[in-house]
């Protein structure tokens, strides 16, 4: 692909819409890059099994139009940081994934306490 205006050099990537089943190699691993997987799905408790069926789990997104019923549902998702209708990330807030997407926090106070050793005396 063409470089963006301005820079020489570098490697980029084309924004990319893939579709297709959990099974496609893109949908079962991580890819940092602007890059997305759509995957239908019948009901809402296939999503989250087709959500929640990786070895990964760095971040997720919900979109939906009541506030509540979206927090209800990103505690259904097994991924460090779940993003409610785009909202904006909270550099305080802990940042990090499940499974094989990493051990510990980054950021926030959990980030500082990453550096800390802990004793118990008594």
């Given at each position: 692909?063409?470089?963006?205006?301005?820079?020489?050099?570098?490697?980029?990537?084309r924004p990319t819409v893939f579709s297709g089943d959990n099974s496609l190699r893109v949908a079962r691993e991580e890819i940092f890059g602007p890059v997305v997987v759509i995957i239908p799905f019948d009901s809402?408790?296939?999503a989250f099994q087709i959500a929640n069926d990786s070895q990964y789990g760095l971040a997720g997104a919900i979109w939906a139009g009541d506030a509540d019923r979206a927090k209800t549902l990103a505690s259904k998702l097994r991924a460090g940081r779940i993003r409610i209708n785009g909202s904006p990330v909270n550099l305080k807030a802990p940042?990090?994934?499940?499974r094989l997407s990493g051990i510990g926090r980054e950021s926030g106070r959990f980030g500082v306490e990453e550096y800390l050793e802990y004793k118990s005396i008594g």
């Open positions: 692909p063409e470089a963006p205006e301005g820079i020489e050099r570098g490697f980029f990537v809402e408790e296939e940042h990090g994934g499940f």
